[in-house]
């Protein structure tokens, strides 16, 4: 189903329960606690989803996952609540994100992925062009730049 930005407050939060709960085992404490600090407020999300295609799944009425499509190809957020993992969440996700790809014409998809869902983008037919270490809040982390030709 399509969200808005008006879902901002319940995506931050399922981030941040994505980073914590899936992430930890590619990432240390300290690299996850950079990532989404626990104090961390959700000022500047709701401005970063705006204008973007907002995707979200529901478990009956639990928020389960949810992605974004910025207009010029670039898949920002993929992210599945720890409680709905395995089931094919993500994957699903991101097949109804390369569908609004290509339904709006789009030549290529493009995202900066954590080492937790680089196998879901690879699964879709997204390619690794580069490994990168991102600094965050002190820390370094690893994330891979991917690419899928429509």
């Known amino acids: ?82 409680e709905a993992a395995g089931r094919g969440i993500g994957a699903s996700l991101l097949g109804a994100v390369i569908d609004a790809g290509r339904a709006r014409g789009l030549a290529r998809l493009a995202a900066h992925v954590s080492l937790t869902a680089r196998s879901t983008f690879e699964r879709q037919g997204f390619q690794v062009e580069a490994a990168q270490k991102v600094q965050v809040r002190g820390e370094v982390l690893t994330n891979f730049r991917m690419h899928l030709d429509l």
């Open 1 to 82: 189903e399509t969200g808005d930005v008006e879902d901002a407050p319940a995506l931050f939060a399922l981030q941040g329960a994505a980073i914590h709960g899936l992430a930890a085992r590619d990432y240390s404490p300290a690299q996850l606690a950079a990532w989404a600090p626990p104090d961390r407020a959700g000022g500047g999300f709701a401005e970063r989803l705006a204008g973007t295609t907002i995707l979200v799944a529901w478990r009956g009425s639990a928020l389960a996952g949810f992605a974004n499509l910025t207009a010029d190809g670039l898949v920002a957020f993929l992210f599945v609540h720890p």
